[in-house]
T-cell receptor, first 114, second 122 residues
Framework: AQSVTQLDSQVPVFEEAPVELRCNYS??????LFWYVQYPNQGLQLLLK??????LVKGINGFEAEFNKSQTSFHLRKPSVHISDTAEYFC????????????FGAGTTVTVRA | DAMVIQNPRYQVTQFGKPVTLSCSQT?????MYWYQQKSSQAPKLLFH???????NEADTPDNFQSRRPNTSFCFLDIRSPGLGDAAMYLC?????????????????????FGPGTRLLVL
């Protein structure tokens, strides 16, 4: 079975500063990795995903993530954040079996201040 | 636009009074999932349908049931809501397994989420 650890529960950051959200996973099989964003009282929106190929993945809203198999990590980064990036961010992993079940991390709350 | 729709967005029910949450999709996806997300926690999968096949998670209470009358609709029924069932309920869909293709070489399909229904139990 796979599991996900998000190492930071809260990340305060100033506007236009860079941000990195850390995610580590454990799995004994090939994995597929995702980052979702959740704005207050809304559902989850896919930011980016790693399925195969290049380990650097670019997503929406200027976010990118790097898959590191040796460190079992999938950290999310943005070089310059905006107030509108204030949200909860979830890392998720799937073993890619036929029903594509996701296991989520506990989430990281990003608060962007002016 | 194709999307996942959940109704209502907010639902208030009384302790022990049955309640039904609705999810519909215009994506024609094979798989529909129901997640429960309590405050400040990660979404937790309750069950999913792959076409008409129902798949329950081992730790989902019997109080939670689901129906999928057709491809587009899926319902979550809570037979006797307790105070601990107050949460955001998220519906998601995915296209289901596809053989490896040029467009999707791993054959993996992404889950797409609806906006959620926030349930309050009084």
């Amino acid at each position: 079975a796979q599991s996900v650890t998000q190492l930071d529960s809260q990340v305060p950051v100033f506007e236009e500063a860079p941000v990195e959200l850390r995610c580590n996973y454990s799995s004994s099989v090939s994995v597929y990795l995702f980052w979702y964003v959740q704005y207050p009282n809304q559902g989850l929106q896919l930011l980016l995903k790693y399925l195969s190929g290049s380990t650097l993945v670019k997503g929406i809203n200027g976010f990118e993530a790097e898959f590191n198999k040796s460190q079992t990590s999938f950290h999310l980064r943005k070089p310059s954040v905006h107030i509108s990036d204030t949200a909860e961010y979830f890392c998720a992993v799937s073993d890619g079996k036929i029903d594509y079940k996701l296991s989520f991390g506990a989430g990281t709350t990003v608060t962007v201040r002016a | 636009d194709a999307m996942v729709i959940q109704n209502p967005r907010y639902q208030v029910t009384q302790f022990g009074k049955p309640v039904t949450l609705s999810c519909s999709q215009t994506l024609n996806h094979n798989v529909m999932y129901w997640y429960q997300q309590k405050s400040s926690q990660a979404p937790k999968l309750l069950f999913h349908y792959y076409d008409k096949d129902f798949n329950n998670e081992a730790d989902t209470p019997d109080n939670f049931q689901s129906r999928r009358p057709n491809t587009s609709f899926c319902f979550l029924d809570i037979r006797s809501p307790g105070l601990g069932d107050a949460a955001m309920y998220l519906c998601a869909t995915s296209r289901g397994y596809s053989p490896s293709s040029k467009e999707n070489p791993t054959g993996f399909e992404t889950q797409y989420f609806g906006p959620g229904t926030r349930l309050l139990v009084l």
